[in-house]
C-alpha cells in the first residue's frame, strides 16, 4: 500500500461506509519504519525478526492462524482481491506456521503444507470435494433445490440481504461458499467493505475461480477465496461483521462446532444467516418422517426448534426463520 513521504506514516484504509462496524483504528508509526503497514482492529507490537525488506510491506491481516487464532501477519501487496493474495504470503507469529495461496485460493487449514498427513472426512464432506460435483454444483445440482422449497438463488441473496443490512460496509465471510454462487453476488452488490468465499473443498474453490475470471466485474473486487474448516475458522474473535451459509449446515460434521465458531468470530452485533433443508415441519406427514429420520443418519438435516435451540446454545440471540416446504433460511445475531 503506497504512503506519502512525511516524517509519519499513517495507514491509510479502503472506503468504508458510516454505518460500518468495520473501523479499524488509524495507527501511527515513526518513520524508521519506512515500509511498514499495520491494519488491525488492535495494535499488535513487532519483532525485530519480523521487519520488512526493502519496496516490501507487511501488514497485521484480518486473516488468523486456525491453529492459535493468532492474527497471521501479511507480507506483500494489501487487499482482499485475487492478486493481493496471490502475490502474499502469511505468518503466524506465535506458533511460526506460514501459509500461502495454493492454485487459486489461500489454504488457511491446520493440514495446510503438510506432506505426509492426510485425514479422510465424512462421506457428506468428501462429496463435495469430488471434481464432479464442484463442477455439477451450478449446472444443475443447486437448481435442483427447489423441489424443497428452496426459492432460488436470486430471491436467496435478497432475503439474506435484508437480514445483513446492519453488516453494511463490513466485512463478510460466506462459509462452505461451494462453488461462490452466493459470494459473487454479495461481492458484486457492493455492501461489504470485503467478502470471503470459504469452503474446505479444493475443487469447489477452483471452480469459484473460474466463475470470477469469466467475470471481468469481479476481477478488482475485495473478494478473496481461502481454504478453511467451518470448525476452525482461520479469524480472530470478534472480527467479522456477518457470515453467511448457504445450504451448508446439514453438512457439517459437527453443527454446534460449526455454530459455536461462527459465534466466536462474530463481533458484538454481528449476522449469522443461513439456509439448509429441514428434516420435517409440522406439515410434514406422519407416514414421510421415518424415511426424512433415516435421509438425516446422513446428513444432519435437522428441525427448526434444533437449529433454534442450536443457534440459542452458542450465544446468538434475536432468532428469526423463514419456511417454505423444507427450505428454511434462519437468522441470528451475536449480542
Not at 12 to 22: E, R
Not at 32 to 61: F, N, P
Request: overall charge positive; aromatic content about 12%; charged content about 20%.
Amino acid at each position: 500500500m503506497a504512503m506519502a513521504a512525511s516524517p509519519v506514516h499513517q495507514l491509510q484504509f479502503p472506503y468504508l461506509s458510516s454505518k460500518s462496524h468495520f473501523r479499524p483504528r488509524r495507527l501511527t508509526f515513526p518513520s524508521s519504519l519506512t515500509s511498514t503497514t499495520i491494519r488491525a482492529s488492535s495494535a499488535l507490537v513487532m519483532d525485530s525478526d519480523l521487519s520488512t525488506q526493502q519496496g516490501q510491506a507487511m501488514e497485521v491481516d484480518c486473516f488468523a492462524c486456525p491453529i492459535c487464532y493468532e492474527s497471521l501477519i501479511r507480507k506483500g501487496p494489501s487487499g482482499l482481491n485475487l492478486s493481493a493474495i496471490y502475490r502474499s504470503g502469511f505468518k503466524c507469529k506465535r506458533c511460526k506456521k506460514s501459509y500461502s495461496s495454493k492454485d487459486m485460493y489461500l489454504d488457511l487449514t491446520v493440514t495446510a503444507g503438510l506432506r505426509n498427513y492426510t485425514e479422510v472426512q465424512p462421506v457428506r464432506t468428501e462429496l463435495f470435494r469430488s471434481p464432479l460435483v464442484s463442477f455439477l454444483y451450478e449446472r444443475g445440482w443447486r437448481q435442483n433445490f427447489n423441489r424443497s422449497g428452496f426459492p432460488g438463488p436470486d430471491e436467496e441473496f435478497n432475503m439474506a440481504q435484508e437480514y445483513f443490512k446492519s453488516a453494511k460496509g463490513g466485512l463478510l465471510v460466506d462459509v462452505s461458499c461451494g462453488s461462490g454462487l452466493f459470494s459473487r453476488k454479495f461481492a458484486k452488490s457492493g455492501t461489504y467493505y470485503g467478502v470471503i468465499a470459504l469452503d474446505f473443498s479444493e475443487n469447489m474453490l477452483r471452480q469459484c475461480y473460474d466463475f470470477i475470471k469469466k467475470d471481468d466485474t469481479l476481477s478488482a473486487t475485495n473478494l478473496a477465496l481461502v481454504r478453511a474448516d467451518v470448525s476452525r475458522l482461520p479469524f480472530s474473535s470478534g472480527s467479522v461483521d456477518a457470515v453467511h451459509a448457504g445450504a451448508a449446515l446439514h453438512c457439517w460434521p459437527s453443527p454446534t462446532t460449526a455454530v459455536a465458531e461462527i459465534t466466536r468470530v462474530l463481533r458484538s452485533g454481528g449476522i449469522f444467516v443461513g439456509t439448509t433443508f429441514l428434516r420435517y415441519t409440522s406439515s410434514t406427514p406422519w407416514i414421510v418422517r421415518p424415511f426424512r429420520e433415516r435421509v438425516a443418519q446422513t446428513y444432519s438435516n435437522l428441525t427448526q426448534e434444533e437449529i433454534e435451540d442450536l443457534c440459542r446454545s452458542c450465544g446468538l440471540t434475536n432468532y428469526s426463520s423463514k419456511i417454505q416446504q423444507s427450505f428454511i433460511m434462519f437468522s441470528a445475531q451475536k449480542p
